[in-house]
T-cell receptor, first 113, second 115 residues
Framework: DQQVKQNSPSLSVQEGRISILNCDYTNSMFDYFLWYKKYPAEGPTFLISISSIKDKNEDGRFTVFLNKSAKHLSLHIVPSQPGDSAVYFCAAGVTGGGNKLTFGTGTQLKVEL | GAGVSQTPSNKVTEKGKYVELRCDPISGHTALYWYRQSLGQGPEFLIYFQGTGAADDSGLPNDRFFAVRPEGSVSTLKIQRTERGDSAVYLC????WGQGGTEAFFGQGTRLTVV
């Protein structure tokens, strides 16, 4: 039972354009969501998070949007840069759940010159 | 070091053997997590420590898997009678405390291969 789903295994975007990575979840108990970025042979690195009481959180080039009614969130990267090429994981958790996260399967983003 | 450190970075073992994977969390972090990432999948939760005690071990797949954190810092994940299906990258993470939304910092992982 995949509670967090990333249906696009890969995405290719031109440098300077917007990258939009999508994530869907099924467990309505999740009340915070995070995006992690992972380079090969490294551990995931925290990128940005959002609480379920918000619908948008922005940090520089990265913005996360949350649509609770649709159980959908997305990560927007603008402008995309070649260094953004990595695997992006969406993760979700429940407050009081000890920061235990449920991850999606990841989306490989490739930013081309 | 400043980050979460995991040793060894790679481990190859024969089926049926016992292995130990070590995690050194960021100093001062009270919460420590173990995850397992199989090929093509996202990290999957195994166990979470708050201090010395296992607060949630619901992700451990069976009783061949065990983890300890005796002094509330370094943790060891122990796998008995390894099977080929245990092959994966084992990730450790730590956070300042175990509250939801607290940023968790991951180590680079230990790649376990059971042959």
């Amino acid at each position: 039972d995949q509670q967090v789903k990333q249906n696009s295994p890969s995405l290719s975007v031109q440098e300077g354009r917007i990258s939009i990575l999508n994530c869907d979840y099924t467990n309505s108990m999740f009340d915070y969501f995070l995006w992690y970025k992972k380079y090969p042979a490294e551990g995931p690195t925290f990128l940005i998070s959002i609480s379920s009481i918000k619908d948008k959180n922005e940090d520089g080039r990265f913005t996360v949007f949350l649509n609770k009614s649709a159980k959908h969130l997305s990560l927007h990267i603008v402008p995309s840069q070649p260094g953004d090429s990595a695997v992006y994981f969406c993760a979700a958790g429940v407050t009081g759940g000890g920061n235990k996260l449920t991850f999606g399967t990841g989306t490989q983003l490739k930013v081309e010159l | 070091g400043a980050g979460v450190s995991q040793t060894p970075s790679n481990k190859v073992t024969e089926k049926g053997k016992y292995v130990e994977l070590r995690c050194d969390p960021i100093s001062g972090h009270t919460a420590l997590y173990w995850y397992r990432q199989s090929l093509g999948q996202g990290p999957e939760f195994l166990i979470y420590f708050q201090g010395t005690g296992a607060a949630d071990d619901s992700g451990l797949p069976n009783d061949r898997f065990f983890a300890v954190r005796p002094e509330g810092s370094v943790s060891t994940l122990k796998i008995q009678r390894t099977e080929r299906g245990d092959s994966a990258v084992y990730l450790c993470a730590s956070s300042l405390w175990g509250q939801g939304g607290t940023e968790a910092f991951f180590g680079q992982g230990t790649r376990l291969t059971v042959v």
